[in-house]
């Protein structure tokens, strides 16, 4: 299975929004609404901050939404803050009963 | 609230048997949900090496399939991860998480995760 594709990094201004895309295929992102992203600071484990495309668990701030379009799922981060800063992975499952990881985006607040 | 701890040894040689073990607080691992073993080499990303269920049932990323045994202890309340014929390929921070069975739950996510354990494949 193929890592499903992420921009190497983005950036923004704090109070910009940012959005981060995630590619895969027909049997992973297009064939099944649940992909998940997690964030990641600098030596600390990831934290799932969007799962099942668009759906927020309780205490991730309402800054953070999830969507999707054919292959393609989003990341979108409204009102850049300073901590946003970090790297950001998406995953999804596939019609082999897996999960694959995004290689991963780096968020720089500028 | 649920806490997942890895541990086993940091330092591993080429060609032999890396095995680690995540220890879950908080939660029996019999009450359900899959357990997971998600792995990160230094400045990359992550990959998923494989999860298993109370029961047993597991399932494995297939380019790793080949070497990989997860196994579970509920007397413990703890699940395992041996890797065989490593290479330095496979040092990697290793985190085990949590993950709902998405058949029954129609949900998928990994939460919580461990800390992460550094594995270093070298002689």
């Known amino acids: 299975q193929s890592a499903l594709t992420q921009p190497a990094s983005v950036s923004g201004s704090p109070g910009q929004s940012i959005t981060i895309s995630c590619t895969g295929t027909s049997s992973d992102v297009g064939g099944y609404n649940y992909v998940s992203w997690y964030q990641q600071h600098p030596g600390k484990a990831p934290k799932l901050m969007i799962y099942d495309v668009s759906k927020r668990p309780s205490g991730v701030s309402d800054r953070f939404s999830g969507s999707k379009s054919g292959n393609t799922a989003s990341l979108t981060i409204s009102g850049l803050q300073a901590e946003d800063e970090a790297d950001y992975y998406c995953s999804s499952y596939t019609s082999s009963s897996t999960w694959v990881f995004g290689g991963g985006t780096k968020l720089t607040v500028l | 609230q649920v806490q997942l701890q890895e541990s086993g040894p940091g330092l591993v040689k080429p060609s032999e048997t890396l095995s680690l073990t995540c220890a879950v607080s908080?939660?029996?691992?019999?009450?359900?949900?899959?357990w997971g073993w998600i792995r990160q080499p230094p400045g990359k990303g992550l990959e998923w090496i494989g999860s298993?269920?109370?029961?047993?049932?597991?399932y494995y990323n297939p380019s790793l399939k080949s070497r990989v045994t997860i196994s579970v202890d509920t007397s413990k309340n703890q699940f395992s991860l041996k890797l065989s014929s490593v290479t330095a390929a496979d040092t990697a921070v290793y985190y085990c998480?949590?993950?709902?069975?998405?058949?029954?739950?129609?949900?998928?996510?990994?939460?919580?995760w461990g800390q992460g354990t550094l594995v270093t494949v070298s002689s």
């Open positions: 908080g939660y029996s691992i019999s009450s359900g949900y899959y």
């Open positions: 998480a949590r993950h709902p069975n998405i058949v029954v739950a129609g949900t998928s996510w990994f939460d919580p």
């Open positions: 298993i269920y109370h029961s047993g049932s597991t």
